[in-house]
């Protein structure tokens, strides 16, 4: 039985997570939670799964949390009552939380940095969801790694994609994973990109796009600030950092194909040429699931991939022009230190600021990259956690202060 505490346990990857605990209910057992502020779907949760400790980002909302499970009918009463705890230092702690023997990090944006670097330093092995928190910090929590032997299973298709792809070879051996050390043997990835919502879309219409035009995905169902990345296909330059830190590759090593269907979840070419691919339909569940019994599969009754139902499978290049955000992730990872935190939190903010309807799309790129070029002179190459918390907080005011300067009318839907 396999402990496992779920960081950001209302999302979509930590759903997920919990719906997969019961799918296999003697294999996985649910020991800590936390969530932001959707209390009655938490209040559920703790009544299906009755972890021990539970750890909502925003301590005021604690007394709420006590109060509505006190109201709970005495026959909807969890079989025990969750320690509780509020802010950082709660997130941290159900992070370390002693039972635990896998973490997974389904807080969203680098939020979940403070939490993921307590679960590593606690030893604990991580199904890593949360991707900005390896990108904005990889120099400080690759070296963690090292110390504690905590391991990194990717949850993210692509990397699990790779990841599985790379058991098949002589170079399976997980201490290379994000150690920074380029896994041998391994000559290339290519990363598959859906499109996002506006694969179809002429370049020149997204001048029009609407906050429920970039909330719509065509083939994944995802929280809002991931769907707008994949909009922007900033989802995919992220990934291309995290891919990066997670298997050592230089960044011209490291490609993006557009591959609308979402069948190959990415490819590795080693080094006699061979290209090697993981299918499957686009389903979050099962990345989620090879992080939680790697190194072992689990049979799953779900449904079974068809290719002749598939019918044809397409891939193209992605277009530059149109998808600036390639580009920005592409410098900021090359530029390494601390311009991809710099980037990510510019990211972070100018989404933010768009799902508010305060800046229009074409604005987050514009955004992104003046905040960039003007941490140039003040880039540090072997950051602390400090400094990453710094120029985190730096990004986002800059953000915050471009944006207003452009005095945007906004398009609404
Ligand atoms: P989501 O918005 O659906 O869920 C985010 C979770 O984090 C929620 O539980 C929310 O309460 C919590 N949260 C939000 N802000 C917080 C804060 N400041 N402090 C603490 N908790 C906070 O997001 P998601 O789509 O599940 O994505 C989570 C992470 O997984 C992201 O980093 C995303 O890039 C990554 N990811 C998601 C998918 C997917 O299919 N959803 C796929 C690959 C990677
Ligand atoms: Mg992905």
């Not at 199904?127 to 904005?136: D, G």
């Not at 022009?321 to 990872?333: E, F, S, T, V």
Request: aromatic fraction near 6%; glycine fraction near 8%; charge should be negative.
């Amino acid at each position: 039985m396999k402990a496992i505490s779920v960081l950001g346990s209302t999302g979509s990857i930590g759903t997920q997570t919990l719906e997969l605990a019961e799918e296999f209910p003697d294999r996985f057992k649910v020991v800590g939670l936390t969530a932001g502020r959707n209390l009655p779907l938490l209040v559920e949760q703790i009544v299906r799964h009755s972890p021990e400790v539970v750890a909502l980002a925003e301590g005021e909302l604690l007394a709420e949390l006590s109060a509505r499970l006190d109201a709970l009918p005495k026959e909807q009463q969890p079989l025990r009552r969750p320690e509780l705890l509020g802010g950082n230092e709660g997130l941290c702690a159900v992070a370390a939380w002693a039972s635990a023997d896998l973490v997974v990090t389904g807080i969203v944006g680098c939020a979940g940095l403070l939490p993921t670097l307590a679960a590593v330093e606690a030893g604990k092995d991580l199904a890593l969801a949360n991707k900005e928190t390896l990108i904005a910090a990889g120099p400080v929590v690759l070296p963690a790694l090292k110390r504690s032997g905590s391991r990194l299973l990717p949850a993210d298709s692509e990397h699990s994609a790779i990841f599985q792809c790379l058991q098949g070879t002589p170079w399976a051996d997980t201490a290379r994973l994000s150690t920074g050390v380029p896994t041998p043997g391994l000559r290339r990835l290519q990363l598959t990109a859906s499109g996002g919502a506006f694969r179809d879309w002429p370049a020149a219409d997204l001048a029009k796009a609407t906050v429920a035009d970039a909330t719509s995905h065509p083939n994944w169902s995802m929280g809002r600030k991931i769907t707008v990345d994949s909009a922007t296909l900033m989802n995919k330059g992220l990934e291309v950092i995290e891919a990066h830190y997670l298997f050592g590759l230089d960044f011209d090593h490291i490609e993006i194909v557009i591959h609308p269907q979402s069948i190959i979840h990415s490819m590795v070419e080693l080094v006699d040429s061979s290209v090697l691919a993981q299918l499957g339909w686009p389903d979050m569940k099962l990345p989620i699931l090879y992080c939680l019994s790697w190194p072992e599969r689990l049979e799953t009754p779900w449904r079974r991939l068809d290719l002749t139902e598939v019918g044809t499978l397409s891939f193209r290049a992605p277009d530059g022009a149109k998808y600036p955000c390639m580009a920005l992730a592409y410098a900021a990872g090359r530029a390494g230190g601390t311009m991809p935190a710099v980037m990510n939190a510019a990211n972070e903010q100018a989404v933010a600021l768009f799902l508010e309807e305060r800046v229009h799309f074409l604005d987050i790129p514009t955004l992104i990259e003046q905040v960039c070029d003007r941490h140039r002179a003040d880039l540090s190459a072997a950051p602390s956690l400090a400094d990453v918390l710094a120029v985190d907080a730096w990004a986002r005011q800059a953000v915050r202060e471009a944006a207003a300067a452009t005095g945007r009318t906004l398009l609404t839907a």
